[in-house]
């Protein structure tokens, strides 16, 4: 399975933006998916996950309230929407997959199987 993650820009404090990730197979409708973003000098982070359903849905406390993660099994595709952005969300975000089979949401980055490139975004205050 590959992914491919785009989206990310320059946006000021307080904005919107809208990530996708699409994946090269159907098999990602049979996978959980997750948001993880690393800022430089930093860890890699959990962000938010989403069940293969769409039915179980976790974030990171830091996001809560602000980001939005969705799927679409129809087109491969899983999204992350931004809102409120703030400069501590200035990273790489990566889009990932576990392996198709594995349904439930999970945080910790090592459950991921496939990992998209990554796509910067960077907010300014």
């Known amino acids: 399975v590959q992914l491919q993650a785009f989206g990310g820009g320059l946006v000021q404090a307080g904005g919107s933006l809208r990530l996708s990730c699409a994946a090269s197979?159907?098999?990602?409708?049979?996978?959980?998916m997750g948001w993880f973003r690393q800022a430089p000098g930093k860890e890699r982070e959990f962000v938010a996950a989403?069940?293969?359903?769409?039915?179980?849905?976790l974030y990171a406390d830091s996001v809560k309230g602000r980001f939005t993660i969705s799927r679409d099994n129809a087109k491969n595709t899983v999204y992350l929407q931004m809102n409120s952005l703030k400069p501590d969300d200035t990273a790489v975000y990566y889009c990932?997959?576990?392996?198709?089979?594995?349904?439930?949401?999970?945080?910790?980055?090592?459950?991921?199987?496939?990992w998209g490139q990554g796509t910067q975004v960077t907010v300014s205050s």
């Open positions: 197979e159907r098999t990602f409708s049979n996978s959980a």
């Open positions: 989403i069940s293969r359903s769409g039915s179980t849905i």
């Open positions: 990932a997959a576990r392996l198709p089979g594995n349904w439930a949401t999970k945080r910790d980055d090592y459950e991921y199987a496939y």
